[in-house]
């Protein structure tokens, strides 16, 4: 459950994504001023829009004036659809529509958070989401085919049945074929080098799940302006506060620069 204490200003919303399938979003507001500018962030693979590190790191962006809207992808949290049936590209899907959403009804977001694999969907929804100026990655593996080592031992299993239970983080999902299929596709660089957006690399070097050297990778395939900054003893998810807190500080000052304020 999100802290009581970061609960302070926010409003639940929905949209509607590519496939009629209703998501779950939540917008945090800066307290006491209007935003003078709107981030998107984009939760890790099977989290979902309430973690902790999502809640810690919006809370120093709205208090720099930067509101923040996240949301759950299809089949997580509170939004609908089946976990099962989506894949990589429906993820970019998911995060256009919110891109969408956020230009129709609030403002269009200029900066874009992502945080593991479920945000490297980022750098593809990054050139359809015209109104973003800076991207931020938080622990994020170089390219999406990382996610296969949470299930390797299971993916004969699935390239001959067709689909698998996999356990992840502790809980069981439904894994089909054309999810790994819908993977090869996809390659981190290509992405990087069509980015076109300022970027910001965070990375624990202790990071057990996701490797400092898919931060390099990343850093290095990326074109200027970029910056890096290791986040120390922080683990894969900054589940603590002090961690979590301190990306979101370093994001909120980073990012200034880039931002068009009233």
Same mark, same amino acid.
């Given at each position: ?19 009629? !399938? @209703? *998501?779950?979003?939540?917008? %945090?507001?800066? =307290? ?6 709107? $981030?998107?962030? /984009? ?102 085919? !990382? @996610? *296969?080592?949470?299930?390797? %031992?299971?993916? =004969? ?6 689909? $698998?239970?996999? /356990? ?95």
């Amino acid at each position: 459950m999100t802290p009581r204490e970061i609960d302070v200003n926010f409003k639940k919303l929905t949209f509607t994504n590519q496939n009629d !399938h @209703v *998501l779950g979003g939540r917008l %945090d507001l800066p =307290e006491g001023h209007p935003p003078e500018a709107y $981030a998107l962030f /984009a939760h890790c693979f099977t989290c979902t829009k309430d973690s902790r590190a999502a809640a810690y790191i919006s809370r120093a962006l709205t208090e720099k004036r930067i509101a923040v809207f996240r949301f759950d992808f299809t089949g997580l949290g509170e939004s609908s659809g089946e976990f099962a049936e989506t894949t990589f590209t429906s993820n970019v899907s998911d995060l256009v529509a919110a891109a969408d959403f956020m230009q129709a009804e609030l403002e269009g977001p200029q900066l874009l958070i992502w945080q593991s694999l479920g945000g490297v969907a980022v750098l593809w929804a990054a050139a359809q989401i015209f109104s973003s100026r800076a991207v931020v990655t938080i622990g994020s593996p170089a390219n999406p085919g !990382h @996610v *296969l080592r949470h299930f390797q %031992d299971r993916r =004969e299993e699935i390239e001959t049945r067709g689909s $698998a239970e996999v /356990a992840i983080e502790g809980r069981s999902f439904q894994v089909k074929k054309a999810f790994l299929d819908d993977l090869t596709q996809y390659r981190g660089e290509n992405g990087l080098r069509e980015l076109n957006r300022a970027l910001l690399v965070l990375h624990a070097p202790m990071d057990d799940t996701v490797g400092i050297d898919n931060a390099g990778a990343i850093f290095k395939e990326a074109r200027h302006p970029k910056s890096f900054v290791a986040l120390h003893d922080a683990d894969h998810l900054l589940s603590r506060e002090a961690d979590a807190r301190y990306a979101g500080s370093l994001i909120a000052v980073w990012v200034d620069r880039y931002l068009k304020r009233p």
